[in-house]
Structure formats: structure tokens, C-alpha cells
Antibody, heavy 124, light 110 residues
Framework: QITLKESGPTLVKPTQTLTLTCTFS??????????VGWIRQPPGKALEWLAL???????RYSPSLKSRLTITKDTSKNQVVLTMTNMDPVDTATYYC????????????????WGQGTLVTVSS | QTVVTQEPSFSVSPGGTVTLTCGLS?????????PSWYQQTPGQAPRTLIY???TRSSGVPDRFSGSILGNKAALTITGAQADDESDYYC??????????FGGGTKLTVL
């Protein structure tokens, strides 16, 4: 049974750096073809893909946010960490992590298991 | 910047059939975009319905189906039920590890 859970601060101040942790079980990020992604959703708005990390430590970022994001993994702890610098009130959102299944033939993937999400508010 | 387009809202009668679409601001959606679909009810995490155009995720009823219709990806719900009332999001794979979500469609069953 695959589960994921996001954790981190619920409130950050503008210009601060946000650090979120995704702790998962039921799979290993050292297994070929597996990844973890981060997606966010501002209140009342659409989902937005942020970043992902694969079993081989390959990392990808949303082009619009690439300069602010860093994704890392700790395979021994079954955790993936996302940091976002220079937080702004527009970054207020529920942040989700999700298990990724990767397709070697195409390089594509999809999100098949999701965490419950964690709401992060950016305010002074 | 590529924008993935979805109808903002749609309504369907209970028992009816509805097709939601997922397009591109420029160009056509083909299977090489590996479209996937997600259902989200208020306050809940998304649920995976369809991936790779038309493959149902585990446990998803067969009244949900995916396809390519014309130049768009499509999600068809046959025999709509009250609990299908949700937001539906498509995702297109743009290559180089980048995915883009559509703006979502709010489906009302009434």
C-alpha cells in the first residue's frame, strides 16, 4: 500500500524559504521507474506541477519556477524535500506530493498516488 | 508558453453522458502527450482516473474512459452519477520531464 504525506510550516513570511517534506511508504525511491513529484493548488484555483525527482536522482522543474525550486531525496528515510525560495503571498497554496510511475519508452509519466496535501500560507 | 485548455464548467443530468476535453492553446493533442485525467472533490486530494490517453487507473469504474477526439484529449463519463460532481483536471506531458495541468473543469450533475 503506497501512502505519501506532506509536512512543513503552515505559515511563512514573504521572502522566506519554504521547506516541505514528503514522507512516503509502500515503495522505494531507489527502485527503477519510480519518482516523486510536487504539485500545488492555490485556494480556488487549478493544480500546478512544480517539480519531480526520479529514482536515479534526475530532477525536473517547472520552467516558470525553476530558479526558486530545489528538490532532493533521502532514500534511506523515504523522504523527498522541496525548497522554494523568496516566498510571496501568491505562493499561498495547498502543496501535494505524488508517486510517479515512469515509462522508459517515452520518458513520460503520470501521478498515481497522492498525499493529502498541506496548506501553506504566505503572510507577514 | 503552452497553455492547456479545458472547459471551465460543464453540467450533465444523472444517467447522462458527458465528454470533457483537454486542448492546447497552440497545436493539437496527440497520444504522444500521454494525457492523464484526475478527479478532485472539494477539500480532497486529486484521484487518478486515466493515464496514457485511455488506461484506467486501478479501481476506476469503466464508465470513465479516455480518448483523443479530433485535436483534443477527452474524458467521457457514461451514466453520470451524483458523486461524479467534481473538478476534473487533465495533464499533458510536454517532454523533457515537464508536465502541464489544465485549468480544470467543474462538473455539475443535476
Amino acid at each position: 500500500q503506497i501512502t505519501l504525506k506532506e509536512s512543513g510550516p503552515t505559515l511563512v513570511k514573504p521572502t522566506q524559504t519554504l521547506t516541505l517534506t514528503c514522507t512516503f511508504s509502500g515503495f522505494s525511491l531507489s527502485t527503477s521507474g519510480v519518482g516523486v513529484g510536487w504539485i500545488r493548488q492555490p485556494p480556488g484555483k487549478a493544480l500546478e506541477w512544480l517539480a519531480l525527482i526520479y529514482w536515479d536522482d534526475d530532477k525536473r522543474y517547472s520552467p516558470s519556477l525553476k530558479s526558486r525550486l530545489t528538490i532532493t531525496k533521502d532514500t534511506s528515510k523515504n523522504q523527498v524535500v522541496l525548497t522554494m525560495t523568496n516566498m510571496d503571498p501568491v505562493d499561498t497554496a495547498t502543496y501535494y506530493c505524488a508517486h510517479i510511475t515512469y515509462y522508459y519508452a517515452s520518458g513520460s509519466y503520470y501521478f498515481d498516488y497522492w498525499g493529502q496535501g498541506t496548506l501553506v500560507t504566505v503572510s507577514s | 508558453q503552452t497553455v492547456v485548455t479545458q472547459e471551465p464548467s460543464f453540467s450533465v443530468s444523472p444517467g447522462g453522458t458527458v465528454t470533457l476535453t483537454c486542448g492546447l492553446s497552440s497545436g493539437s493533442v496527440s497520444p504522444s502527450y500521454y494525457p492523464s485525467w484526475y478527479q478532485q472533490t472539494p477539500g480532497q486530494a486529486p484521484r487518478t482516473l486515466i493515464y496514457s490517453t485511455n488506461t484506467r487507473s486501478s479501481g476506476v469504474p469503466d464508465r470513465f474512459s479516455g480518448s483523443i477526439l479530433g485535436n483534443k484529449a477527452a474524458l467521457t463519463i457514461t451514466g453520470a452519477q451524483a458523486d461524479d460532481e467534481s473538478d476534473y483536471y487533465c495533464v499533458l506531458y510536454m517532454g523533457s520531464g515537464i508536465s502541464v495541468f489544465g485549468g480544470g473543469t467543474k462538473l455539475t450533475v443535476l
